[in-house]
């Protein structure tokens, strides 16, 4: 769920410099539902076997959102950077705006790194222990 609402940030990061003046609760409902909806079905998934195709799916959706988040720290950074060259704003304001944005990515990055790392340890055991054949949940 974390790695989803920090996708949720990035996205809103670009969202609020693209569009200012847009009231961010309606933003935040899409959110909140998106994230919560996508948790509880990977969730859920994860009851089914290791060999199955369902967890094969599990795999595939985590390690999208896993990717999708990555990409999106550079993506993010480079938008807001690029939108605030524009005249109209200060070198100072803008150089304290772009600095506070990479700090954020950077620390929702480093972050979610641990949990990426146990996701692959959890989904994929035999990159780790090449001892273990099995599942976390079926060992």
């Given at each position: 769920?974390?790695?989803?609402?920090?996708?949720?940030?990035?996205?809103?990061?670009?969202?609020?410099?693209?569009?200012?003046?847009?009231?961010?609760?309606?933003?935040?409902?899409?959110?909140?539902?998106?994230?919560?909806?996508?948790?509880?079905?990977?969730?859920?998934?994860?009851?089914?076997?290791?060999?199955?195709?369902?967890?094969?799916?599990?795999?595939?959706?985590?390690?999208?959102?896993?990717?999708?988040?990555?990409?999106?720290?550079?993506?993010?950074?480079?938008y807001a950077h690029c939108k605030l060259k524009r005249p109209g704003l200060?070198?100072?304001?803008?150089?304290?705006?772009?600095?506070?944005?990479?700090?954020?990515?950077?620390?929702?990055?480093?972050?979610?790194?641990?949990?990426?790392?146990?996701?692959t340890i959890l989904l994929y055991p035999g990159l780790i222990d090449p001892?273990?054949?099995?599942?976390?949940?079926?060992?």
């Amino acid at each position: 769920m974390t790695i989803c609402y920090s996708t949720c940030i990035c996205l809103d990061l670009i969202s609020t410099l693209a569009y200012p003046f847009q009231p961010k609760e309606d933003r935040m409902i899409r959110y909140n539902t998106v994230s919560t909806t996508i948790s509880i079905i990977v969730s859920f998934l994860f009851i089914f076997d290791h060999e199955s195709d369902v967890f094969r799916l599990i795999r595939i959706i985590v390690w999208a959102m896993m990717t999708f988040f990555i990409l999106m720290v550079p993506v993010s950074i480079i938008y807001a950077h690029c939108k605030l060259k524009r005249p109209g704003l200060s070198q100072e304001v803008r150089s304290i705006i772009v600095r506070r944005h990479i700090y954020t990515m950077v620390f929702y990055l480093v972050f979610n790194s641990y949990q990426i790392m146990n996701f692959t340890i959890l989904l994929y055991p035999g990159l780790i222990d090449p001892g273990n054949d099995g599942n976390a949940f079926n060992p």
